[in-house]
């Protein structure tokens, strides 16, 4: 087996989870920078990172959704991870991206 072909046909599945996260990323980002101060009944200016968290969580469960539609079992755990890690690092950079809006 060479290395990385187990995601070989698996990239659109795992770009569109990375959408997904960039998208919602992009939103709580500009909410935050819009001045919202009332996330999800959370007076706290910290409360944009549950927003954050949630975006987070649903591209976890998109990646796995996903994933499992391809019905294909082989490379399953690299595809899953490799869009879990993708949405991390995305919703990592809108972390770093309100922190000033949040802690300001």
């Known amino acids: 087996m060479q290395a990385g072909s187990e995601t070989r046909g698996g ?9 997904i996260a960039a ?12 001045g919202s101060s009332d996330w999800f ?7 944009v990172y549950g927003a954050l968290g949630i ?15 391809t019905r294909r079992p082989g490379g399953y755990v690299t595809r899953a991870s490799a869009s879990v890690a993708g949405a991390a690092v ?15």
Do not use: K, M, N, R
């Open 41 to 47: 009944d959370d007076p706290a200016s910290l409360g």
């Open 90 to 104: 995305i919703v990592a950079v809108a972390a770093l991206a309100v922190a000033p809006s949040a802690l300001g």
């Open 11 to 19: 990239w659109p599945g795992i770009v569109l989870v990375w959408i």
């Open 55 to 69: 975006v987070f969580a649903a591209s976890v469960l998109g990646a796995l959704i996903v994933q499992l539609a």
């Open 23 to 34: 998208v919602g990323a992009i939103v709580v980002v500009t909410l935050a920078y819009s």
